[in-house]
């Protein structure tokens, strides 16, 4: 099935959606503990048929060349064998898997601003970056997961180490036999150089749509069109699917302002911003030929610790956004069968 999807996708991007399975998934945040069935109903429950597990890589600084990586002081669910054991589990309750390797930088600083000072830096750090990769690779390989991700939001990485890309892509390939792609932040996604050698135009979708405290569903809809018609343009020009690698919204007011903030800001709870921003994002792109779905930002572990009334953070769950994105994914399912 994955080949036909595969045919679908890349070539033939003007099928019908009918034939064209959405990917309706989660963003499986890493654990300290082991992935148990207690865990995996919830996503189960939410109707999601894939799920990206994401190890990470660890720095100290946007300059530093040192990457650290399945390492014992990493969390289980960080290093190779918590993500082999996730996959597993996943994999045993018939959801499929992304793998998505990630940088972390100490402090949260934004890995697009990763920048290495001198060539001898930048050669240490891409060493270290291969490996990082290739590790996961060839997990992924060894798995059988659907879908690999080469890396997230390295937007000066990519644009001034052109070769190295061109080169990790093909040795990814000689190791991984899936389908790949790499995920895009939504500021750089038109101008990644390498989409004609994947799979996937792979986006994560923090677009700002409006200005508004509490948005409507026509003023996020309108917020939308504009870079809807830029997504539908380059995935005409590159033949690929567009995937949204990440989507989703903080549950606050101004959700549709700077949807990629991350801060522990105080903006009040908003709940159904949340659930309505959700909502339109899946009625803009859900039905779309060249769109291929996405993973939802994101979903932890321990469901029934997470999230709720008084969460203003980008988790869904136990929220009014969690029944918006299980209607849709459900009707998906209800389309498969």
Request: glycine share 6%.
């Amino acid at each position: 099935m994955k080949k036909i999807i595969f045919i679908c996708a890349t070539v033939l991007v003007s099928c019908s959606s009918a034939k064209f399975h959405k990917v309706n998934g989660v963003s499986f945040v890493s654990s300290g503990e082991e992935a148990s069935q207690q865990h995996i109903d919830p996503v189960l429950n939410v109707q999601a048929n894939y799920a990206a597990i994401m190890p990470f890589g660890f720095t100290s600084d946007i300059n530093s060349p040192d990457l650290v990586f399945d390492s014992d002081r990493q969390w289980f669910g960080e290093r190779r064998e918590g993500v082999e054991q996730y996959i597993q589990k996943m994999h045993q309750n018939g959801v499929r898997i992304m793998v998505k390797p990630q940088i972390w930088i100490s402090r949260g600083a934004f890995t697009g601003n990763l920048k290495m000072l001198t060539e001898a830096d930048w050669k240490q750090f891409e060493e270290a970056y291969e490996a990082f990769i290739l590790l996961y690779a060839t997990l992924a390989e060894e798995t059988q997961s659907d879908i690999f991700c080469i890396g997230t939001e390295l937007k000066v990485f990519v644009n001034e180490r052109p070769e190295f890309w061109s080169e990790l892509i093909t040795k990814v390939r000689h190791v991984y036999h899936g389908e790949i792609t790499y995920a895009a932040n939504w500021d750089e996604y038109a101008k990644t150089p390498f989409w004609s050698r994947l799979d996937y135009i792979g986006v994560n979708a923090y677009f700002p749509l409006c200005e508004e405290e509490n948005p409507s569903v026509e003023t996020l809809s309108k917020g939308w069109q504009p870079w809807k018609a830029k997504l539908k343009e380059v995935s005409k020009n590159k033949k690929s699917p567009i995937l949204f690698t990440e989507f989703g919204y903080r549950s606050m007011d101004f959700t549709g302002k700077k949807p990629w903030l991350v801060d522990r800001n105080q903006t009040d709870v908003n709940l159904e911003a949340q659930a309505r921003a959700t909502q339109v994002l899946f009625d803009e792109f859900w039905s779309e030929s060249w769109f291929a779905g996405g993973f939802v930002w994101k979903w932890f572990m321990q469901h029934n610790e997470v999230g709720g009334h008084e969460d203003n953070r980008f988790t869904p769950q136990n929220k009014p956004a969690e029944s918006v994105i299980r209607k849709q994914y459900s009707q998906e399912r209800k389309t498969r069968l």
